[in-house]
């Protein structure tokens, strides 16, 4: 049996042109680009190409592109450093509910989330009064949700925001080697393992008109260059391959929400239907536990990710989930990649239901 | 009528199966009140009834959803 990675969501196996790109950068990336002779030169040429290459794929320019050592930490940058130029204006955060836990944690005190409706888009008229409050620094708006995968109106709302004179962040982890971004940002993260380039490598993108204190006022201190070339390198090949890749992963997923639904009863197929993102799936199985439905398709080579609280640390059910009023209970999210086949998801969709039959049963249902 | 379900330290989805099983025992127009102080219980005890087509009727005290058998 050929064990079925459905995770993408979380991180994408790695690229072979990001592969190769790594053991070349090793060799010809290692040097310190802030130097003058001449490997920290070269070093520096790859960077700046680096750059380039990502600023082209993202519509930017070069100098907007900062590297980081994850999405994460590109995340913290964008809040801090829009928030710390906006001190005289105001302080608070607006973000959607349904933001990553990276854009909550980094929010600080003063935040204010905006409901989303049964799909997980947001409320366009709460969106409008949240922005439209003094004090506001700042507004966070995923791109497309990691866990259901609804696709926001992002332009509209930074139609919005610009009315206001307020700045964008814009987490696009899920969106960028796959799909544009729509315009009307003022700062983007993404992430290279979501796209297939290696984990540590993180995108932050800070428009030119937009103020921004720099976090790290006396130089970041050394990046990993050959990572980072190599997800330079691996954004172009998905970006390349994106049409494609999408097409085939769309019908995937199409496949696995009329499936499961028709299949598995008491059910709950999550997210809006038709705007969101080409490679994920996410449902809830009423009446089943999250960690034994994720256990036992692991035993069958399956690997998912679940948004039930008996999965989480911190024991709690998603808060995106909670917030569209979806069952947070049972729930599995099936994220595709290159690698995935057409096989693979037959198999998960032939063994799925008696599987949530046998735990059924466990409980008496 | 109102019964009551105690389902206090149930992790999810042990109040909604303890819901499932209770709604069908008691007559059409009934109450069910479910005590559960899981946190997920404020989220799948509505969703619940939803897929289930039956009446959400809130929570009228907390860790305590009150649901109303309409089919």
């Known amino acids: 049996m050929q064990p079925a990675y459905f995770d993408a969501a979380t991180a994408v196996p790695l690229h072979p042109v990001a592969k190769e790109a790594l053991i070349a950068a090793l060799d010809e990336g290692w040097a310190d680009p802030g130097r003058l002779y001449t490997q920290a030169r070269r070093a520096r040429l790859l960077l700046e190409a680096a750059q380039g290459a990502v600023a082209q794929i993202l519509g930017v320019r070069s100098d907007e592109v900062t590297f980081t050592p994850n999405g994460t930490e590109a995340v913290r940058a964008a809040i801090s450093g829009a928030l710390a130029a906006r001190k005289r204006v105001g302080q608070v955060l607006v973000h959607s509910a349904v933001e990553h836990s990276a854009v909550l944690h980094a929010a600080g005190e003063q935040s204010v989330s905006v409901k989303v409706d049964n799909t997980g888009r947001i409320d366009s008229a709460a969106w409008e009064s949240a922005i439209d409050q003094p004090g506001v620094g700042l507004a966070a708006l995923i791109s497309a949700s990691h866990e259901v995968g609804t696709l926001q109106p992002v332009e509209w709302a930074g139609e919005v925001c610009a009315r206001h004179g307020v700045p964008l962040f814009v987490d696009a982890a899920m969106s960028v080697g796959r799909i544009p971004v729509p315009d009307g940002w003022n700062l983007l993260s993404a992430s290279a393992r979501k796209w297939g380039g290696p984990a540590g490598v993180g995108v932050l993108v800070v428009r030119k008109a937009t103020r921004w204190v720099s976090p790290w006022p006396h130089g970041q201190g050394s990046l990993d260059l050959p990572a980072i070339l190599a997800a330079a390198a691996s954004l172009q090949a998905v970006h390349a391959e994106a049409a494609s890749e999408n097409a085939r992963l769309s019908a995937l997923v199409d496949r696995i929400r009329a499936t499961v639904a028709a299949t598995v009863p008491d059910v709950e197929i999550v997210g809006d239907p038709g705007q969101r993102l080409p490679h994920l799936a996410t449902f809830s199985c009423l009446y089943v536990d999250g960690e034994s439905l994720l256990h036992a398709l692991d035993r069958r080579g399956f690997a998912v990710s679940s948004g039930s609280s008996c999965t989480s640390s911190t024991l709690q059910p998603s808060h995106v989930l909670a917030a569209m009023g979806a069952l947070t209970h049972g729930n599995i999210r099936i994220s595709l990649h290159r690698e995935t086949t057409s096989s693979d998801v037959d198999r998960f969709l032939a063994e799925l239901p008696g599987i949530v039959k046998d735990l059924r049963a466990e409980v008496g249902m | ?71």
């Open chain 2, 1 to 71: 009528m109102t019964a009551e379900l105690n389902c206090l330290g149930q992790r999810c989805p042990l109040p909604v199966i303890a819901l499932a099983k209770k709604l069908p025992t008691v007559a059409i127009g009934d109450i069910v009140r479910v005590l559960a102080d899981d946190p997920a219980a404020a989220v799948d005890i509505p969703a619940w009834c939803r897929m289930r087509g039956q009446e959400f009727l809130g929570s009228p005290a907390p860790a305590a959803f009150e649901v109303r058998r309409i089919s």
